[in-house]
């Protein structure tokens, strides 16, 4: 049975600062990492995925996967307001689509 | 382009009742999923359509939950009769035929209260 663990928060960082989320799995099998956004009351929306090891940087967000530890983390640089909202990890069931959830991870980014 | 819509998107019911959720996909999208967040918990696999057949359908909670998608468009989710810890938002999603979890698209959920 699959795992994705996440520290829920509330994760408070002041505007400009960079917020740090991190994710841990279970399944050392897994090969593809997904980070949704989801605001208060909308639908999660996908906002990052990575499976290499390393760095995977759009914007002012940064994927981070570390296989080995079994652990994947997403950067958030100069963070404004509009970035306060609960983030998921997620990772596919095996040779199949659906997708394993943490329990997210709330960030409250404060002006 | 239109995005997944749910409907209805809230629902009271009382312990007993039958409730049935609508997900429409986005036009074109042969996968279909449905998730479920109960209060307090991550959000939970349901079932995964392909076009109108089941493709994986383990994490339905038991046979009280009946999902079906007709002619491979919308689908319904049907909660027959709904007990309490049915409560939550129920999510549909949807993705094209080959790119599955790498672009899965999510409505708006439904938030079914059951009392």
């Known amino acids: 049975q699959k795992e994705v663990e996440q520290n829920s928060g509330p994760l408070s960082v002041p505007e400009g600062a960079i917020a740090s989320l991190n994710c841990t799995y279970s399944?050392?099998?897994?090969?593809?990492f997904f980070w949704y956004r989801q605001y208060s009351g909308k639908s999660p929306e996908l906002i990052m995925f990575?499976?290499?090891?390393g760095d995977k940087e759009d914007g002012r967000f940064t994927a981070q996967l570390n296989k080995a530890s079994q652990y994947v983390s997403l950067l958030i640089r100069d963070s404004q307001p509009s970035d306060s909202a609960t983030y998921l990890c997620?990772?596919?069931?095996?040779?199949?689509?659906?997708?394993?959830f943490g329990k997210g991870t709330r960030l409250s980014v404060i002006a | 382009e239109a995005g997944v819509t749910q409907f209805p998107s809230h629902s009271v019911i009382e312990k007993g009742q039958t409730v049935t959720l609508r997900c429409d996909p986005i036009?074109?999208?042969?996968?279909l999923y449905w998730y479920r967040r109960v209060m307090g918990k991550e959000i939970k696999f349901l079932l995964h359509?392909?076009?109108?057949?089941?493709?994986?359908e383990s994490g339905m909670p038991n046979n009280r939950f009946l999902a079906e998608r007709t002619g491979g468009t919308y689908s319904t989710l049907k909660v027959q009769p709904a007990e309490l810890e049915d409560s939550g938002v129920y999510f549909c999603?949807?993705?094209?035929?080959?790119?599955?979890?790498?672009?899965?698209?999510f409505g708006p959920g439904t938030r079914l209260t059951v009392t």
């Open positions: 036009s074109g999208h042969d996968n």
């Open positions: 999603a949807s993705s094209p035929r080959w790119t599955g979890a790498y672009e899965q698209y």
């Open positions: 359509f392909v076009k109108e057949s089941k493709q994986d």
């Open positions: 990575i499976y290499s090891n």
């Open positions: 399944d050392r099998g897994s090969q593809s």
């Open positions: 997620a990772v596919p069931l095996p040779g199949n689509t659906p997708l394993v």
